[in-house]
């Protein structure tokens, strides 16, 4: 007796699977009708104007046009790189994006830890209220508080005098520059950063808790064994996100720190492509280097996606 056997050729596979994906979308007509406004915005927004990064490989010429310009291929890196500042704006900038990263990042999740452990509901809510609300402050604002507030006449030099020391012009030179970029950008973001850790933390099953107050385990030990664990997929998702922007800081707020006494000192990529490229007129420059700061973030998300991929392939995005 002869078994029959049903053949399948190559191309009725593709067919089904064609139609398959068709009768999946008609079936979630509703969910794609949803989609097809933002990924029109996004597409036009997006994606259409990233040819735009050919003229970073062009001797650009408006009345030309970015596809009728003349092509230098890698002229203007090589100028960039050629550029006696080069090198200290580099460091300036990984100076910057590290030293940011390194004292941001833990914030939200501090905060996150502790107002998971206040008991008050009416406490936990009015600190999470307040902590969000610097989020909501122009950065512009923030700038100008900071440049009042380090005046010879501003706040934190009464402060100071209250403590016998002497006032000092906080925002001549760059003694305090620092200072001032991350201690706003903690104030700013630590409420708002923790949000997302404390969606995590509020899933976590309020068991766990129970076992470990049987096994007589203190509150570090509950944060060590229980709250941690449990936050532990979003804070390694943020720290690989966030490593490509070491390069990329908030642009806004170290221009408006700038000033005559500080200018040269505290100029960063991103502040010496707006120079460039709006300030000077080389957009073909500017894109060029904005261009090479992009793709080495891009190395950067991937170099530590892998790191972490070594150590807990659980935990890495991808």
């Known amino acids: 007796m002869t ?34 406004l933002p990924m029109t915005l996004l597409f036009i927004f997006s994606y259409g104007p990233m040819y735009g990064v050919l003229i970073g490989f062009k001797n650009y010429l408006p009345g030309f046009g970015i596809l009728s310009s003349p092509w230098v291929g890698f002229k203007h890196l090589q100028e960039f790189f050629g ?12 100076k910057v994006g590290v030293f940011a990263l390194i004292f941001t ?16 509901k009416w406490l936990k809510r009015g600190v999470q209220s307040i902590s969000y609300l610097p989020h909501f402050i122009s950065v512009v604002v923030i700038c100008t508080m900071l440049n009042e507030f380090g005046s010879l006449n501003g706040l934190f030099n009464d402060i100071r005098k209250l403590f016998g020391a002497q ?21 700013q973001g630590a409420g708002w950063g923790s949000i997302i850790y404390l969606s995590a933390l509020s899933n976590v099953d309020t068991s ?14 509950k944060i060590r064994h229980v709250a941690l664990p449990a936050i532990l997929p979003t804070t390694t998702m943020v720290l690989i996100l966030n490593s490509g ?14 000033n005559n006494t500080n200018r040269t000192d505290l100029d960063v990529i991103s502040t010496y492509v707006y120079t460039q490229g709006l300030t000077m007129g080389r957009f073909d420059y500017a894109t060029a ?28 995005i991808w």
């Not at 006032?167 to 104030?187: D, H, K, P």
């Not at 766990?208 to 030990?221: E, K, P, S, W």
């Not at 891009?298 to 890495?316: F, G, K």
């Open 105 to 120: 990042y833990p914030m939200p999740i501090i905060l996150a830890l502790s107002l998971n452990e206040v008991a008050s």
């Open 167 to 187: 006032a000092v012009n906080m925002n001549e030179g760059t003694r305090y520059f620092m200072l001032f970029y991350i201690g706003s950008a903690i104030w």
């Open 83 to 94: 550029n006696v500042n080069c090198l200290k704006i580099i460091l300036q900038t990984v």
């Open 208 to 221: 766990l808790y129970d076992v470990a107050n049987i096994d007589g385990a203190n509150r570090f030990q």
């Open 245 to 258: 922007n070491i390069l990329s800081q908030d642009f806004t707020k170290i221009l408006l720190l700038q």
């Open 3 to 36: 078994e029959a056997h049903t053949r399948t050729y190559p191309g009725i596979a593709k067919k089904n699977r064609f139609l398959g994906f068709f009768r999946l979308l008609w079936k979630q007509r509703t969910l794609v009708a949803l989609c097809v």
């Open 289 to 316: 280097v904005n261009l090479m700061v992009a793709l080495v973030s891009l190395i950067l998300v991937l170099t530590t996606n892998t790191i972490v991929r070594a150590i807990d392939p659980e935990q890495s």
